[in-house]
Structure formats: structure tokens, C-alpha cells
């Protein structure tokens, strides 16, 4: 299954665990391949510099993701409402003006 940011959370796990990109696949579990909470705090400060959103990645999900694939859902979720919010926003300014 391919996912918007895959690529990007792939690249930040291996950059962060210094290992080859080929070596994370999605069913790796986040503790099996070196990963702890602090890991996964620090991996999500990158991804939100370098996605930006205007909501902070929900912290208190990570606790739930027990597989890269997991986080990588959480990412997903996480840049989808932010677009969501962000469209709601817009269009929300939108009918005030009129």
C-alpha cells in the first residue's frame, strides 16, 4: 500500500537509526529495529518542520504505533486533517466575506 508520506517517515527512520533505507519496511516493529518513544518524538519534530501544519502532531497516538507502518499511518492522518482544517478554514473565510 503506498502512502503520501511513506517515503518521507522511511528516509527519517533510517536517517535517525544511521542504517540503509532499503533496511526499514513498513512491518518492522518500532522497538525491534531500535526505535523508543524519545526516537519517535525526535523523528516527529522533522517531519513537522518539514511538512509545517498548523496543528502539532498528536504525541499522545505514537503510545498506539507499534510498527513503521503504524507511524506512517499516524503521519498520513496527521497531513490529511491538517489539509482538512486548513480547506475548512479557507472556505470558512471564504463565506464571510461574502
Wanted: charged residues 25%; negative net charge; glycine residues 8%.
Amino acid at each position: 500500500m503506498s502512502s503520501p508520506s511513506r517515503a518521507l517517515v522511511h528516509d527519517l527512520l533510517a536517517s535517525h537509526l544511521q542504517v540503509e533505507l532499503g533496511s526499514i519496511e513498513d512491518p518492522d516493529d518500532l522497538v525491534e529495529i531500535g526505535l523508543d518513544p524519545l526516537d519517535l518524538v525526535l523523528v516527529v519534530i522533522k517531519i513537522e518542520d518539514l511538512c509545517g501544519g498548523s496543528d502539532s502532531f498528536p504525541l499522545a497516538e505514537l503510545a498506539e504505533a507499534r510498527t513503521v507502518g503504524d507511524f506512517v499511518a499516524l503521519v498520513d492522518l496527521w497531513l490529511q486533517e491538517d489539509t482538512t482544517n486548513l480547506a475548512a478554514r479557507s472556505g470558512s473565510r471564504r463565506g464571510s466575506a461574502a
